[in-house]
């Protein structure tokens, strides 16, 4: 028995697919004898003959079948035989264009719906049942449906819009005609107004205690997230060493710490040479915070230390002028429009961000993760998870309906368990990824994923966005920043292509980032040519996109099912044999030059057809852009290398004549130490060198 075709079939109905062939497809001239799951090739008697060299033992016959998981449909052919029949290869050539013309790839968008007429659970429940049914069972169920549906709304309007992006933010720098110009300051004038309230409140309890007076809008109730954060402890400690938190508050936030984090892919259609063993990540995402209560906090510091907190309020525009920026918004309960002016707008929207897709207009992402999920405080039968373990990365399955689905499990509180789904997703107009679509997936394919009876289930909150990424050749070729402006978090597609998010990403660049504002600030250097240095760019995260471009499925295009899982398993395989810490850099982005290069030969020594996978997935024009990133980083190493021992201490020795004198110098100096320091694997001490030079460089306030 042979395997000559393994098909992915985008549709979730299995049984219309088998009735189709059953039915419909014709196999020209071999005998279909129907089977439950679709249908025995028997070869015509005029095709055996005593010349045909066949084993006796064997029935000389053909078996296709089919059969569902993830919410699809897959099609398997097996040959009886020891040698090809005659016509197999055309049989499994016509079968495949046959079976793609009838089922090809179906990018479903939510409908329009007018709530006006109508709940959001009545106007959805046709299209996504398990979505509704589900989101019911949840406390603010209602209200966080509507955010989900708004939020997909909103990306799909900008993925498919962007070179006509909505305009938000207005230059009237120069103009001293009538109106809002630098002569009319609104009664409420700060030095920073922070547009967005999740990873925007740790920024901006950081500047608020450093002395500046800070505005933070919110467009939902302050302080409740619909995504959860894990993060290592070692991260971690920056909050402290910023002076945000202590370290009795930081334990307050902290609900599970586990022993070990699981990555494994699911290899059973992968060749025994591309399995690999589960790759254990002890110390990676492995510290759960309870995220209300972390935004919580910050904006009690925040507030605390002077700050305001507008929430239920809604970003309008900006108008940049020459000494300041004027900020339109609308409170939502009341729909009062309020004008506000500072010294600074920071942008931290988020994907949503229409500033991040009017700065970017036709480039504002590469990529995306459509991730959802939910927080689930108990209902799980003993046994089927221990809480002193998370599964970082892992799938259950091959390609679904165009995407490799990744699922995440991290334990919480008690019984609690938050587990996401999400894919690797190239941002497409014909198909820019539907959170509700995965919503429908999520609650259908759980019970395969982890063993559960769903009406047991007790739900305590949906976790969802999109997650941006983008592919970055050099440190300035996106725009984070215009005059008076500048973008942070997911906004500025601050993020890592394998496991961490925008607020991974924020807290490990926290110190960095604060510490080149408060300098630009001090220095009033708000203009777009300083604020675009202030980033949390690195060569060495850069240079992964490629990773993360190898786990999308081109829209339109059908890939061998089992092709990205086996991709994974190739590296993450590699990864398993290496020492922990290895694993440890390179999925906490602190992977170095050599030891990029030395896996990257090892996997295309284990799996030579990667390179070929790759080109596939790629094509010639991002494989040219990859390599003009290769060829940065590679610059980044040897730059690293030859200022990273003493220009450090340089900075040290020359900060008090440099700063008042040329800040503007002081400022790009300092974003190099950043940039040479940032993302090396270091041991205790020189983490404990570095924070020593890092507090020295920092000190003075606003």
């Known amino acids: ?174 103009d001293r005609g009538q109106g809002t110009g630098d002569r009319e300051i609104p009664n409420h004038h700060y030095d920073l107004i922070y547009i967005g309230g999740a990873l925007g409140v740790i920024h901006a309890a950081v500047m608020a205690q450093l002395g500046y007076k800070v505005l933070l809008v919110e467009r939902l109730p302050f302080g409740r997230m619909n995504r959860e954060w894990n993060i290592s402890r070692d991260e971690l400690q920056s909050l402290v060493n910023l002076g945000l938190f202590t370290p009795a508050e930081l334990e307050t936030i902290i609900v599970r710490e586990y022993k070990d984090g699981f990555n494994k892919f699911f290899d059973g259609n992968n060749p025994v040479k591309l399995r690999s063993p589960i790759l254990h990540t002890p110390t990676v995402l492995n510290v759960s915070l309870d995220s209300d209560k972390l935004l919580r906090l910050c904006g009690q510091k925040l507030k605390a230390a002077g700050g305001e907190i507008w929430d239920e309020t809604e970003f309008l525009r900006a108008d940049i002028h020459d000494s300041q920026v004027l900020v339109h918004l609308k409170h939502l309960p009341t729909q009062e ?242 020492p922990p810490e290895v694993a440890d850099n390179f999925i906490k982005d602190r992977c170095t030059w050599l030891t990029f290069n030395r896996l990257a030969l090892k996997a295309a020594s284990k799996n030579p057809a990667l390179l070929w996978w790759i080109w596939e997935l790629a094509g010639p024009k991002d494989l040219l852009r990859w390599l003009g990133t290769y060829v940065n980083f590679g610059r980044y190493a040897l730059v690293s290398a030859l200022l990273s021992a003493w220009l450090p201490s340089f900075l040290i020795w020359v900060k008090p004549r440099l700063e008042l004198r040329y800040p503007g110098a002081w400022l790009w100096l300092l974003t190099i130490n950043y940039a040479i320091t940032t993302g090396r694997p270091r041991s205790p001490q020189q983490v404990a060198n570095q924070e020593l030079h890092n507090k020295t460089l920092r000190c003075g306030g606003a």
């Not at 990018?107 to 106007?123: K, N, R």
């Not at 497409?428 to 394919?445: A, K, Q, W």
């Not at 604060?514 to 600030?521: G, I, K, Q, R, Y």
Request: charged content about 20%.
């Open 337 to 578: 429009e309020k004008q506000v002016s500072g010294r600074l707008l920071v942008d931290a929207m988020g994907t949503a961000s229409p500033i991040a897709w009017q700065l970017n207009g036709g480039r504002a992402f590469d990529s995306v993760c459509p991730t959802v999920g939910a927080v689930i405080d108990k209902g799980f039968e003993p046994g089927v998870w221990d809480s002193q373990y998370g599964d970082v990365l892992y799938s259950h399955g091959d390609i679904s309906r165009g995407r490799q689905l990744i699922w995440e499990l991290f334990p919480g509180a008690g019984e609690e368990l938050t587990i996401y789904l999400f894919h690797y997703h190239e941002v497409n107009p014909e198909n820019p990824g539907s959170l509700l679509e995965m919503y429908e997936d999520f609650f259908t394919i759980l019970p395969e994923y982890r063993r559960c009876d769903m009406e047991q289930l007790v739900w305590k909150k949906p976790t969802f966005g999109y997650i941006p990424g983008h592919f970055s050749v050099g440190s300035s070729d996106r725009q984070v920043a215009f005059d008076r402006l500048i973008a942070i978090g997911d906004a500025a597609s601050l993020q890592s292509p394998l496991v961490f998010t925008g607020f991974g990403s924020l807290v490990r660049n926290l110190e960095r980032l604060t510490t080149l504002l408060n300098v630009a600030l001090q220095h009033d250097l708000l203009t777009r040519r300083h604020l675009n240095l202030i980033r949390a760019y690195q060569s060495n995260v850069s240079v992964t996109w490629l990773f993360s471009k190898g786990m999308m499925v081109p829209t339109g295009q059908f890939l061998p099912p089992q092709r990205i899982n086996a991709m994974l398993n190739t590296f993450f395989g590699l990864l398993a044999d290496e």
């Open 1 to 174: 028995m042979k395997e000559i075709l393994y098909l992915e079939v985008p549709i979730s109905d299995t049984a219309t697919v088998c009735s189709w062939l059953q039915s419909e497809f014709d196999p020209g001239n071999w005998e279909k004898i129907l089977t439950p799951n679709g249908f025995r090739l028997k070869i015509s008697s005029k095709y055996t003959t005593s010349s045909a060299n066949f084993s006796e033992n064997l029935p000389k016959e053909i078996s296709v079948f089919v059969w569902s998981v993830q919410r699809t449909t897959y099609l398997k052919v097996f040959c009886w035989a020891d040698t090809p029949l005659p016509q197999e290869k055309a049989l499994v050539q016509s079968l495949t264009t046959e079976i793609r013309k009838r089922f090809p790839h179906q990018y479903p968008e939510p409908p329009a719906i007018d709530l006006s007429q109508q709940s959001i659970f009545a106007a959805l429940a046709p299209y996504y049942p398990l979505t509704v049914k589900f989101f019911q069972k949840m406390p603010n169920g209602e209200y966080d449906l509507n955010r989900a549906y708004w939020w997909e709304q909103r990306w799909r309007e900008g993925v498919r819009n962007p070179k006509q992006p909505r305009q938000v933010v207005f230059s009237c720098i120069g």
